[in-house]
């Protein structure tokens, strides 16, 4: 919808608001954080297989009212189902852009013991996904988790 003089964001209400004893009647309050879908760009490779990155986001400041940019220092994570049937996610990669060395990846395979390829860890600590092929419904989901644990989904087709 365009309307001079207005900018319009689609946004998803967190589903905590509908816990009754999550909403706060005061002005301090940040669950009323609005953001907008994740920014990205999703790529068609020489060889016919996928990639996104993921640029950032934007939210509502409730405080200052003003639109503010989210970079991509500020995602804790990212995840990628390459798959989307539109009915659940299936997260098939799943990346820790925030992470230290101690952190993401590596802080589940201390926690669950397990022996991980560390070359491949390596790969999800960025903004960028591994080449994958589309899937039969020619859909992806890009969700993200921002340093506060704000988590927009963006739904994107594959076309090409």
Request: proline content about 4%; glycine content about 10%.
């Amino acid at each position: 919808m365009n309307v001079p003089g207005m900018t319009f964001l689609k946004v998803q209400m967190n589903t905590d608001l509908l816990t009754e004893d999550l909403k706060k009647k005061r002005a301090s309050n940040e669950s009323f954080w609005l953001m907008g879908q994740p920014e990205v760009e999703v790529r068609q490779r020489g060889d016919g297989m996928w990639e996104v990155e993921v640029h950032g986001f934007d939210y509502f400041n409730p405080k200052t009212g003003e639109i503010e940019g989210g970079g991509t220092k500020q995602i804790a994570m990212w995840s990628l189902d390459q798959d989307y049937d539109q009915r659940s996610l299936m997260p098939h990669q799943v990346f820790f852009p925030m992470a230290d060395a101690k952190g993401g990846w590596n802080r589940l395979k201390k926690t669950i013991r397990a022996e991980l390829d560390e070359d491949l860890l390596e790969q999800f600590h960025g903004t960028v996904s591994l080449p994958f092929e589309a899937g039969d419904n020619k859909r992806i989901a890009v969700k993200i988790v921002d340093d506060r644990g704000i988590e927009p989904l963006k739904i994107v087709a594959l076309e090409g």
